[in-house]
């Protein structure tokens, strides 16, 4: 079955980078995507790549995929305290069952 | 559009008590996801619906949890009775299948269940 992982903190100082970082077991997956959850709040899409690429990046966000490693990676510039929040990483197939399979979630912990 | 929307956004309830928690998927969408968030378990699916048809069910942890979608606008997840260990924030999310290729789903700002 789908097993993804990670790291369960983070913490940064700001104006540092911060990686978060993820592992997943299926290599058939077609996208991979990062979601952030704020406080008290539901997860939100931040970014996504298609499993044929090897890197995305918008604005302050870099993702790096590698795919022999089944590895995926999410490395934010210039973090601020804003940014503090728990990551989610997520796979999805090409079974049109439209379901996403998350990882454990990171805290990101941004220290003034 | 208000995005999906979900009530009660707090429930505290007693053992043994039933519970109901809503869902109103974005307009226009045709799949529904219900997860559940705790800090020990971190974020579980426990059904997804295609159409109004429940496809996978496979992570509703017991026969005290039901969940239906009556129609395209309305969702509901049923604990009945609820015990102290359901405690956690209930999520809805939903998507359009067939979409944008992204599958990008929208989620809820949940339901934080309380049982004492």
């Known amino acids: 079955g789908e097993d993804v992982e990670q790291s369960l903190f983070l913490s940064v100082r700001e104006g540092d980078s911060s990686v978060i970082n993820c592992t997943y077991t299926?290599?058939?997956?077609?996208?991979l995507y990062w979601y952030k959850q704020e406080p008290g709040a539901g997860l939100q899409l931040l970014t996504y790549i298609f499993s044929n690429m090897d890197m995305k990046q918008d604005q302050r966000l870099t993702v790096l995929l590698n795919k022999k490693d089944k590895h995926l990676s999410l490395r934010i510039a210039d973090t601020q305290t804003g940014d503090s929040a728990i990551y989610f990483c997520a796979e999805a197939f090409q079974t049109g069952a439209n379901n996403l399979f998350f990882g454990t979630g990171t805290r990101l912990t941004v220290i003034p | 559009d208000a995005g999906v929307i979900q009530s009660p956004r707090h429930e505290v309830t007693e053992m043994g008590q039933e519970v109901t928690l809503r869902c109103k998927p974005i307009s226009g969408h045709n799949s529904l996801f219900w997860y559940r968030q705790t800090m020990m378990r971190g974020l579980e699916l426990l059904i997804y619906f295609n159409n109004n048809v429940p496809i996978d069910d496979s992570g509703m942890p017991e026969d005290r949890f039901s969940a239906k979608m009556p129609n395209a606008s309305f969702s509901t997840l049923k604990i009945q009775p609820s015990e102290p260990r359901d405690s956690a924030v209930y999520f809805c999310a939903s998507t359009l299948l067939g979409g944008l290729a992204k599958n990008e789903q929208f989620f809820g700002p949940g339901t934080r269940l309380t049982v004492l």
């Open positions: 299926d290599s058939s997956s077609t996208y």
